[in-house]
C-alpha cells in the first residue's frame, strides 16, 4: 500500500511538471480559455504533418504572465506563451523571452506595422502578432450616411444630433485613460516619448504639454455641450447605442457582438482625428525552452500562415495583425475594414513597466477635468508630477 502511495505521488508530480515544464521533442503552450480550443486543435494538425506532439495548457489569461515570470526565470515554464504586448518590456527585460528572427521582409511587410511595434522591445521584435485590439467610431447608418473625419465635424455633427434623450454620441471617456486616450494622443499628447533607437523613454512623459492639454479641452467641451451625459460608463454608451438613442459610438472591436444582437445597422471608421491605442495578442517563445527549434518551426512554418492565422481570427475575432488575413476576413465581416482604416494612426500601448505608474493619475486628472474640479493643463501638470514620483519610487 505504501509503495502504491508513493508511486502515485510521483506520477501526479510527474503530471503538474508536465503542466508547468517544457519537455524536450514535446511543445507545450500556455493560453486562456479563448485560445486553447483552437490552438489544442492546430496542435493536432502541426503533429500530424510535422510529427512533433503539442500540449495545450488553459489557463486564466490573468494568471499567465505571473505564472511563466516564476516558472520561466526558474529555467521551466512552457516552450510557447499567448499573450498580450505589455507583458514584453517585463518578460525581454528579465531574458525570459527569445527575440523573434524568422521573420522575411516580405512578411514583415503583410503585417500592421503598429504589432510589430507593439511587440519590439530594445530594437527587437518578441512576438508573432495575431490579434490587434483598437477604438474606432460606431455609427448608425439610420442616423449617419457620411461618418465625420474631423474633431470639429464629431462634435458638431453630434450635437446637432443630441436632444430630448437622443444622442449624438456614446463615449464612455470619464474616468478611463483608455478611452481618452485617442484624443490625447491625437491632438498630440503621448504617454512616453521615444530614445533615438525607438525604444520608449519613462522620463520623457508628454501627457501635460499643449497637445494632451488640448485633447483633454475636447473631451471636456463633449460634456459641457451635453453631447455625453454626465457620469457616462461603459454599459451605459454600450446601451444606449444598442438602444438605438445614440447615433455614433466610440469603441472596440469586441463591441461589434451586442451591436449586432440589438440589429444595429452599424458601420465602422477610424476616429476622427483619434490616434487610439492598440493592444496586441501574440505568440511569445520562453528563452528557456529546450524545443527552440520546434518552437520556432511551429510559429514560423505553421502558424505565421494565412490559412493558420484566419483560424485563429474565426476563434478569436480580433483584428488580424496580417493584412492579407484581414482581407480574407472583411469578405464575412465587412465591418472589420473600419477598424483595419484605425490602425493606420495608431500609438501602442506602452511595454514598459512604469506604464503601471501612468493610470491612477492619469484617471484622476480626466475626473478633474470633466467635473470642472480643475482646468485640463491644471490637472495633467498635477498627473505627470505623480507619474514621475511614482516611476522614481
Given at each position: ?6 508511486l ?11 503542466v508547468?515544464?517544457a ?5 507545450l503552450?500556455w493560453?486562456?480559455?479563448?485560445r486553447?480550443p ?13 510529427g512533433?506532439?503539442?500540449?495545450v495548457?488553459?489557463m486564466?489569461?490573468?494568471?499567465i504572465r505571473?505564472?511563466f515570470?516564476t ?14 504586448n505589455d ?10 523571452l527569445?527575440p523573434?528572427?524568422f521573420?522575411s521582409?516580405d ?7 503598429s504589432s510589430l511595434?507593439?511587440?519590439s522591445?530594445g ?14 467610431l460606431f455609427y448608425?447608418?439610420?442616423y ?7 474633431p ?9 444630433m ?5 444622442y449624438g454620441?456614446a ?5 478611463n485613460?483608455?478611452?481618452?486616450a ?5 491632438f498630440?499628447?503621448?504617454v512616453?516619448g521615444?530614445?533615438?533607437n525607438?525604444?520608449l ?8 504639454n ?5 485633447g483633454?479641452d475636447y473631451?471636456?467641451s463633449?460634456?459641457?455641450a451635453?453631447?455625453i451625459p454626465?457620469g ?7 446601451n444606449l447605442?444598442?438602444?438605438?438613442k445614440?447615433?455614433?459610438m466610440?469603441?472596440?472591436e469586441?463591441?461589434?457582438?451586442q451591436v ?8 465602422v ?5 483619434g490616434e487610439?491605442?492598440v ?8 528563452s ?5 527549434i520546434?518552437?520556432?518551426e511551429?510559429l514560423s ?5 494565412t490559412?493558420?492565422m ?10 488580424p495583425?496580417?493584412y ?5 476576413a472583411?469578405?464575412v465581416a465587412?465591418?472589420?475594414k ?5 490602425l ?5 500601448m506602452p ?5 503601471a505608474s ?6 484622476n ?5 470633466v467635473?470642472g474640479k480643475e ?6 501638470t498635477t498627473a505627470?508630477?505623480q ?7
Open positions: 500500500m505504501k509503495r502504491w502511495f508513493i502515485t505521488l510521483i506520477i501526479a508530480s510527474l503530471a503538474v511538471m508536465s508547468f515544464a519537455t524536450p521533442g514535446q511543445l503552450i493560453a486562456d480559455s479563448t486553447a483552437i490552438l489544442t486543435q492546430l496542435g493536432n494538425e502541426f503533429q500530424s504533418v510535422y512533433i506532439p503539442v500540449k495548457v488553459e486564466n489569461f490573468g494568471d505571473t505564472k515570470v516558472a520561466a526565470a526558474a529555467g521551466e515554464g512552457p516552450d510557447i506563451i499567448v499573450g498580450a507583458w514584453v518590456g517585463e518578460l525581454a527585460a528579465d531574458g525570459l527569445s523573434i528572427t521573420l521582409s512578411q514583415i511587410n503583410q503585417f500592421a506595422p511595434q507593439a511587440f522591445y530594437g527587437k521584435l518578441y512576438g508573432l502578432p495575431y490579434g490587434i485590439d483598437v477604438l474606432a448608425n447608418k439610420d449617419v450616411t457620411n461618418p465625420p473625419t474631423t470639429d465635424q464629431l462634435f458638431t455633427m453630434a450635437q446637432q443630441t436632444s430630448g434623450g437622443f454620441l463615449y464612455p471617456v470619464y474616468g485613460p483608455y478611452f481618452s485617442p484624443f490625447i494622443q491625437g498630440g499628447g503621448y512616453f521615444t530614445n533615438p525607438g525604444s523613454n519613462p522620463n520623457d512623459i508628454g501627457l501635460a499643449a497637445g494632451a492639454v488640448k483633454l473631451i471636456v463633449l460634456f459641457k451635453g453631447i454626465q457616462e460608463d461603459y454599459n451605459t454608451a454600450v447605442f444598442t438602444s438605438g445614440a447615433a455614433m466610440i469603441n472596440g469586441w463591441a461589434v457582438p449586432q444582437q440589438a440589429g444595429i445597422n452599424f458601420g471608421a477610424p476616429i476622427p482625428g487610439p491605442f493592444g496586441v495578442q501574440g505568440f511569445m517563445i520562453n528557456k525552452s529546450p524545443n527552440q520546434q518552437a520556432i511551429f512554418d505553421y502558424v505565421n500562415t490559412d493558420t484566419y483560424k485563429i481570427w474565426q476563434a478569436d475575432p480580433r483584428i495583425a496580417r492579407d488575413v484581414a482581407a480574407k472583411e469578405k465587412p465591418w472589420l473600419g477598424f483595419v482604416d484605425a493606420s494612426n495608431t500609438t501602442p511595454n514598459i513597466p512604469q506604464m501612468v493610470w491612477n493619475a492619469w484617471t486628472a480626466i475626473n478633474l477635468a467635473d482646468s485640463s493643463q491644471a490637472a495633467l505627470v508630477e507619474i514621475k514620483q511614482a516611476i522614481a519610487q
